[in-house]
């Protein structure tokens, strides 16, 4: 009597389970796997919109080797857009790991800066940051490194004066026009930060404390291997973000390809590129695993 009690309770549970998902699974059908399907089936046809609808005939491989091979501004789009990730996904995970280890100290106002970080988070996803370019002639990013410097000087007279090689320069340059965009980007990251500081037992500072060891080695021996695995998330979202920005100029120029009503040519372009992406987040995850993870474990 007890196994079939226990067997209808897991089965109203499972039941009940079912019943609450059913609306998400609706969803995730209706609105993500057919219109993924449906751009896989575009970037091998061509599309033609006509007064009776779409037209799709198949083409196989044609608009790939068209955007690889004869498109002129694709792999340079392509190749800008890994390039920027190079250089902006480390500054945003060590500048959010930073500003986490701080607002996660013991402080007054600790609960105000906490939500002045991710405000931008908020912002960024309504109709505020529409109003905000708005009301500006120039992006936000590119003006505020000249509003805080007063016009006395810019960051080419810097780099000149320092006499750094090129490479050097122009990544110095490319981090400060782009600081307010990175600490922009910073929000979530944080949280998922705060959240992983917070799982540490304080036991282990504890310990680390009595054996002598000091706020750098807390950090390094303690703090930063027990944030392995956060820190494997917050580089793999912030990639994928990076990757997926509005403001990416391959991501731009499919937009306007979209709206434009070229379905096919730009569905390509997408798959293309998101495969490129796959790659390298791949790649990211086995070196993390097997030269970070296992070392630490």
């Known amino acids: 009597m007890r196994n079939k009690k226990r067997k209808g309770v ?8 079912l019943m609450f998902i059913t609306p998400w699974i609706i969803g995730i059908v209706l609105f993500y796997l057919l219109p993924l399907i449906q751009s896989i ?15 799709i005939s198949l083409t196989g491989i044609s608009h790939y080797k068209y955007i ?18 190079v250089y902006q996904l480390p500054l945003i995970v060590i500048l959010s790991m930073i500003l986490a280890i701080m607002l996660n100290r013991d402080f007054r106002g600790r609960v105000f800066f906490r939500g002045l970080y991710f405000l931008p988070v908020i912002i960024a996803t309504g109709i505020a940051m ?26 080419t007279d810097i780099m000149n004066f320092l006499n750094l090689p090129t490479g050097i320069a122009d990544y110095v340059s490319n981090i400060v026009n782009n600081i307010f ?26 310990a680390s404390h009595i054996e002598g060891a000091t706020k750098w080695e807390q950090f390094w021996f303690v703090t930063f ?17 990076l990757f997926t920005d509005t403001r990416n100029e391959l991501m731009r120029h499919v937009s306007t390809l979209m709206k434009g009503g070229v379905y096919d ?30 070392k630490w474990e």
């Open 130 to 155: 529409e109003l905000i370019f708005k009301t500006t002639t120039t992006d936000i990013s590119s003006s505020a490194p000249e509003a805080v410097a007063g016009s006395l000087f810019t960051t």
């Open 41 to 55: 089936v575009y970037s091998f046809s061509d599309v033609l919109l006509t007064a009776d609808g779409m037209k």
């Open 68 to 85: 690889i091979t004869e498109h002129p501004d694709y792999t340079n789009m392509l190749t800008e857009s890994l390039v920027s990730m």
């Open 181 to 206: 965009n990175l600490v922009w980007s910073c929000g979530i990251q944080i949280i998922l930060f705060i959240s992983g500081l917070q799982s540490i037992p304080g036991s282990l500072y504890e």
């Open 265 to 294: 040519q730009s569905s390509a372009m997408l798959w293309f590129y998101f495969l490129i992406v796959g790659g390298v987040i791949g790649i990211i995850m086995l070196l993390y695993n097997f030269k970070i993870l296992k």
């Open 10 to 17: 897991e089965s109203l549970k499972a039941r009940d389970g």
């Open 225 to 241: 291997p027990m944030l392995g695995r956060i820190t494997l998330l917050v580089v793999i979202f912030t990639m994928v973000e």
